[in-house]
């Protein structure tokens, strides 16, 4: 069955401009998280939803949000952009709690100028 | 506070020699841990998961709860074994789960 697939595959944004991140999770699967992976903080989680609900999030500002559609399609948005949200960003799904495992996406490669 | 270490940035063997990369842990419940490997190039894939007890690639990892460890041990690395592995460790908070990682150790295994 296909994998989790991310959009766009790289991205780069002007400082103050949002982005929207896109996550098709594997079919099924009905919790999507977000993860940010940069060099110096290495993998932080952002958020998880499951069946359109906001379960955990991260130790991220506002300007960090996210949502989930009824077919469990999930959008990472981040609004003013700053030069420190370069990063790659990951989405990961799991049929329910994780217990078992996520199967993570290739990412989203955004560069902030 | 939740946390998960992996004390070597780095860890450089030659084929055919035993590798053990360390894992610690701070939870206060029962944990659900796991190895996830990053390939150059390729997405992060999950390697084990405590929970499977299972031998993947050779490689096996112990949960040891007296010692808060988590180490992967493969007792003949291959050449093909080099890359980033992550330790993580799936919290349950609000009926949902999420990773907490740690930063990983880059492994090469030199010919």
């Known amino acids: 069955k296909a994998g989790v697939t991310q959009t766009p595959r790289y991205l780069i944004k002007t400082r103050g401009q949002q982005v929207t991140l896109s996550c098709s999770p594997i079919?099924?699967?009905?919790?999507v998280s977000w993860y940010q992976q940069t060099p110096g903080q290495g993998l932080q989680f952002l958020f998880e939803?499951?069946?359109?609900?906001?379960?955990n999030k991260g130790n991220f500002p506002g300007r960090f949000s996210g949502r989930q559609f009824s077919n469990s399609r999930s959008e990472m948005n981040v609004s003013t952009l700053e030069l420190g949200d370069s990063a790659l960003y990951l989405c990961?799904?799991?049929?329910?709690?994780?217990?078992?495992?996520?199967?993570f996406g290739s990412g989203t490669r955004l560069t902030v100028v | 506070a939740q946390r998960v270490t992996q004390p070597e940035k780095l860890l450089s063997v030659f084929k055919g020699a035993p590798v053990e990369l360390k894992c610690n842990y701070s939870?206060?419940?029962?944990?659900?841990l796991f190895w996830y490997v990053q390939y150059s190039r390729q997405r992060l894939q999950l390697l084990l998961r405590?929970?499977s007890r299972e031998s993947i690639k050779g490689f096996t990892a112990d949960l040891n709860k007296g010692e808060t460890s988590f180490h992967l041990k493969k007792p003949f690395a291959q050449e093909e074994d080099s890359a980033m592995y992550y330790c993580a460790l799936n919290l349950l908070d609000n009926q949902g789960g999420k990773l907490i990682f740690g930063q990983g150790t880059e492994l090469s295994v030199k010919p």
């Open positions: 990961a799904s799991s049929p329910g709690t994780g217990a078992w495992g996520y199967t």
């Open positions: 405590h929970i």
């Open positions: 939803y499951f069946s359109e609900t906001q379960r």
């Open positions: 939870y206060s419940g029962s944990p659900e």
């Open positions: 079919s099924g699967h009905r919790s």
